[in-house]
């Protein structure tokens, strides 16, 4: 009588490392929809918001996983981390 072996989940960076991300690809049109205000700002250049730049040093690793993370939320890689600061910081605040 054959055991079988309990399968292993794959982490995502595993997954892709296997399987790469063209196979999750879709192509087609995407549907968008913004607030009219929202638009008109964007389109007349009011959001634009001034960044600093600044220098930090990651393992490699975490910067491939980050960069994974990124592919399969479909974001660049800077905005992602944005987020993650912006979020840590609003808990440590307690900014709702």
Do not use: C, F, H
């Not at 996983?65 to 987020?83: C, D, E, F, H, N």
């Amino acid at each position: 009588m054959k055991i079988k072996e309990a399968t292993k989940k794959m982490s995502d960076e595993e997954y892709y490392d296997k399987k790469g991300v063209l196979g999750e690809i879709v192509e087609g049109d995407i549907a968008i929809s913004l607030d009219e205000a929202l638009r008109r700002d964007i389109v007349m250049g009011k959001r634009r918001r001034t960044l600093q730049n600044v220098t930090i040093k990651l393992d490699p690793m975490y910067l491939i996983s980050i960069k994974k993370v990124a592919t399969k939320k479909g974001i660049p890689y800077q905005t992602l981390m944005r987020q993650w600061v912006a979020d840590k910081i609003r808990k440590e605040l307690r900014i709702s």
